[in-house]
């Protein structure tokens, strides 16, 4: 079978989500995705920030947001239908820029789903997304030092807070280093589950050392080598 022109131009109308994801609080996924959103703006392109909080008040949402709101946990087929509510919605040649969204194993890996259902979430997952042009940037580097800047940002009461988000977790999460070995759990899992699915994926290393432009440096040029700049 042979590529077109047509084939490109179909490609080119989907959809653009960038999502932004990372190995721990701290690591900069706000400030990174803030940056993404007013660069493409910059550009002329309708960008939609899809911020971390959103998650309860969207409309795609909203069967999710009431499983939480009465268990603290959600099934991954809502999870799923919300994100296929999502995606249908979205105008073709705009961009979504999501923060912390998905791939959600942060959260699945807090109820305490394991690695074989993870990954087929991901797979049924891969499949929802299919009609969108799909950039995942995760944010990697030092678990320790992105939580030490997430406590110095939120205060001491934010950390037992987070520990006890991960209380469903295989592995007891009770403190300060099993949060930190957990952390480094999901990265592993996250990394290699997307691997797995084929997810187009930029790491940027050592982002906890890295200021927002230079952060934001990658993702353009991320953008512009796949043709999704425009």
Not at 89 to 104: E, M, N, R, W, Y
Not at 132 to 161: F, K, M, N, Q
Not at 221 to 228: I, K
């Amino acid at each position: 079978m042979t590529h077109s022109a047509s084939d490109d131009a179909e490609l080119n109308r989907r959809p653009l989500v960038v999502a932004i994801d990372g190995v721990a609080p701290g690591i900069g996924k706000s400030t990174v995705a803030s940056a993404v959103v007013m660069w493409l703006r910059e550009r002329g392109l309708v960008v939609d920030h899809f911020r971390e909080e959103d998650i309860l008040s969207r409309p795609a949402f909203a069967a999710v947001a009431t499983a939480f709101r009465e268990s603290e946990r959600v099934e991954p087929s809502l999870l799923l239908a919300a994100t296929d509510a999502l995606v249908g919605d979205l105008p073709p040649g705009d961009v979504t820029v999501l923060d912390s969204l998905l791939p959600f194993i942060p959260s699945l890996l807090a109820w305490g789903h394991d690695r074989a259902t993870i990954s087929t979430f991901v797979r049924d997952l891969t499949h929802v997304l299919r009609g969108v042009r799909l950039l995942t940037i995760y944010l990697d580097g030092s678990v320790e030092s992105a939580l030490e800047r997430a406590v110095g940002r939120e205060g001491e009461a934010w950390l037992p807070w987070l520990i006890g988000r991960y209380a469903g977790t295989a592995e007891p999460v009770t403190d300060l280093n099993s949060l930190a070995a957990h952390m480094e759990q999901r990265r592993q899992l996250t990394l290699s589950v997307l691997a797995e699915h084929s997810w187009d994926v930029v790491a940027i290393r050592t982002a906890q050392e890295h200021q927002a432009d230079e952060s934001l440096a990658v993702v353009s040029a991320a953008l512009a080598e796949r043709g999704l700049d425009h």
